[in-house]
C-alpha cells in the first residue's frame, strides 16, 4: 500500500496577507489544506485582521478555499474568548474550526518573547483547558504547542472527553471524508 500526503498544514500564521498569499500558492499541490493563525481574545490575527473577515476574504478570492482553518500558539482561554466573539460577528467562521494547538501559557505573544524560563501552566490544568473547545463546541483536533512536553499533551490525551457528534467540528468532516 502506498502512503501519500492527506493534506498540509500552515501553522502559526501572523496576518492574513501571508495567509492569503499562502492559499493562493497552495493551488498548485492539488491537496487540501488548513491554514492556521496566531490570534488575540478579540478575534484577530497578530496583525490586527479578524479572523471572519480574514477566513471569508480567502474563501472568496483563493483559487481553492482551505479545508479549514484552526489555531496555535495560544492559550485554550485565548482560543475560548477568540470563538467567542468570532461566533457572534459569524457563526460559520467559528464553526469551520479545525483545531487548536494550544500554550501552556495564557500570556500574550509579546510577553513571551524574552522570558528566562518557560510559563506554564499545571500539566492537569493544559489538559482540563485544551480539551474544553471539543467539549464545548466538538473542536475535533486538540494538541499542544509551546511548552507543551509530555506531561501536558499525555493529560490531554487521558483527558475524558466524548467524541463528536456527527456534523460538529466544523470542517473536519470534509478532511476526514475525502
Known sequence: MEAGVDFFKVQTLPGFAEALEIAEASQSTGLPYVLSFVIRRD??????????????????????????????????????????TVRERDPSTAEGWLGMDADTSSKTPEELDGLAEIDSEAPDDFGENAAAPHERSGIANLGGCCGSSTEPVATLAGHPAPPAEPGQGGYSQALTSS
Open 43 to 84: 478575534g484577530c490575527i497578530l496583525d490586527s485582521t479578524p479572523l471572519d473577515p480574514a477566513m471569508n476574504t480567502i474563501d472568496a478570492e483563493a483559487p481553492r478555499p482551505p479545508e479549514s482553518c484552526a489555531v496555535n500558539r495560544v492559550h485554550a482561554s485565548v482560543f475560548t474568548a477568540a470563538s467567542c
